[in-house]
């Protein structure tokens, strides 16, 4: 039996409402699915799992958006002060979606605003999306073009994710992602011509893989 099974549930509103982090401190770590089940036996008295209609390992999907020159991944791999990323994530099971922004504040925290997006255009960004990210880009200090942020889809990421609430912490969420040989795996895409940067319109063909839980992976 899984670890997990023998945590208390929370449901998604209390996991907000106690720990909503927009801004906090990440720290990941790169594990196997048998590492990451061994130290579930130990997690503190009071740990709660996320569970939504009774799943607790949830789908989800992410596309990453960047420039020509690559700023964001640049930035990030030199670990520049006013890095920056923007994603649209889709919550696969329960089919909605969310454009988001996170940069970094004082002291190494990471901060995330984010706001809906329309489910079943994640590599599309509206007028009002590209506004979004250019004005959250702008209150953060991050340097932009004169005439604007521009980006497009650069990568694609799919995993499976467990959220837990540790009791009585000063960060009290953790979480689990796990993607293995039965994911799509990531990959970088050629980028298209500014004619042709996606801003509205129809979605372009996406993966569909959705089986079970793979034997290994990468948790973090």
């Given at each position: 039996?899984?670890?997990?099974?023998?945590?208390?549930p929370i449901s998604l509103t209390d996991l907000v409402a106690e720990s909503a982090l927009l801004t906090r401190v990440d720290r990941k770590y790169l594990l196997?699915?048998?590492q990451v089940d061994a130290a579930l036996v130990d997690v503190p008295a009071g740990t709660r799992v996320l569970e939504i209609e009774g799943?607790?390992?949830?789908?989800?999907?992410?596309?990453?958006?960047?420039?020509?020159?690559?700023?964001?991944?640049?930035?990030?791999?030199?670990?520049?002060?006013?890095?920056?990323?923007?994603?649209?994530?889709?919550?696969?099971?329960?089919?909605?979606?969310?454009?988001?922004?996170?940069?970094?504040?004082?002291r190494g925290t990471t901060v995330k605003a984010r706001q809906p997006h329309p489910v079943g255009m994640p590599a599309a960004l509206t007028a009002d999306a590209a506004g979004f990210v250019e004005r959250t880009l702008r209150d953060q200090g991050v340097p932009l073009p004169r005439d604007g942020w521009d980006a497009a889809p650069a990568l694609d990421t799919a995993y499976r994710r467990t959220t837990l609430a540790l009791a009585d912490a000063p960060e009290p969420r953790s979480t689990r992602r796990c993607a293995g040989p039965r994911r799509t795996a990531p990959s970088w895409r050629p980028r298209a011509s500014p004619s042709s940067?996606?801003?509205?319109?129809?979605?372009?063909?996406r993966w569909t893989a959705r089986s079970g839980p793979p034997a290994t992976g990468r948790c973090g």
């Amino acid at each position: 039996m899984s670890p997990l099974a023998s945590l208390s549930p929370i449901s998604l509103t209390d996991l907000v409402a106690e720990s909503a982090l927009l801004t906090r401190v990440d720290r990941k770590y790169l594990l196997t699915t048998a590492q990451v089940d061994a130290a579930l036996v130990d997690v503190p008295a009071g740990t709660r799992v996320l569970e939504i209609e009774g799943l607790r390992r949830f789908d989800y999907a992410s596309t990453y958006f960047d420039t020509e020159d690559r700023q964001s991944y640049r930035s990030t791999a030199t670990a520049r002060r006013r890095r920056w990323k923007v994603r649209t994530r889709s919550y696969l099971d329960t089919g909605t979606c969310w454009l988001e922004v996170k940069t970094r504040g004082p002291r190494g925290t990471t901060v995330k605003a984010r706001q809906p997006h329309p489910v079943g255009m994640p590599a599309a960004l509206t007028a009002d999306a590209a506004g979004f990210v250019e004005r959250t880009l702008r209150d953060q200090g991050v340097p932009l073009p004169r005439d604007g942020w521009d980006a497009a889809p650069a990568l694609d990421t799919a995993y499976r994710r467990t959220t837990l609430a540790l009791a009585d912490a000063p960060e009290p969420r953790s979480t689990r992602r796990c993607a293995g040989p039965r994911r799509t795996a990531p990959s970088w895409r050629p980028r298209a011509s500014p004619s042709s940067r996606p801003r509205a319109g129809p979605p372009r063909p996406r993966w569909t893989a959705r089986s079970g839980p793979p034997a290994t992976g990468r948790c973090g």
